[in-house]
């Protein structure tokens, strides 16, 4: 009597057994994210953007270059940066709009780190708005009706 039984990868196990090891490493393997998303990448994105309500703060990786090597440009909103020594040479261009005053970008390069840090212009910061006849409040947590 042969109780052996063929998957689809080659193995073969008893029938009595209903777990094959070595066939969940497969499917591992094959695995993909409903609708192919892309869970993770196998390198970390070189340019990190933080938005603020007074800014953003750029960090891009630039290793081996010195301030000198540098270039930085803002038009039209758009942050161009650039970079060259020797070999090695990098180029960025970041869109971040009218909303930010091209004289408030403030940059430092350290340790092969550029920050750069784009304040928005006065005008294009959020505001809180008053709302007029908002004498009475009311609390829906705390039980109290009138306050």
Not at 4 to 28: I, K, M, Y
Not at 47 to 64: E, F, R, S, W
Not at 127 to 145: N, P, V
Request: glycine share 8%; no cysteine.
């Amino acid at each position: 009597m042969n109780n052996l039984v063929t998957f689809s990868n080659g193995r073969r196990f008893g029938s009595l057994l209903s777990w094959d090891p070595l066939r969940l490493v497969d499917d591992l393997l094959r695995w993909e994210p409903p609708g192919g998303e892309m869970v993770w990448a196998p390198y970390t994105p070189p340019i990190k953007i933080q938005n603020t309500d007074d800014g953003a703060t750029l960090t891009v990786d630039m290793p081996g270059l010195a301030p000198d090597d540098v270039e930085l440009t803002f038009q039209q909103g758009v942050l161009a940066i650039r970079g060259k020594r020797d070999l090695r040479s990098y180029a960025y261009r970041v869109t971040l709009g009218d909303a930010f005053d091209p004289d408030h970008i403030e940059a430092e390069l350290e340790h092969g780190v550029l920050t750069v840090h784009a304040y928005k212009k006065p005008e294009a910061k959020p505001r809180k708005i008053a709302l007029k006849g908002a004498s009475r409040q009311k609390s829906l947590g705390s039980g109290d009706k009138d306050r």
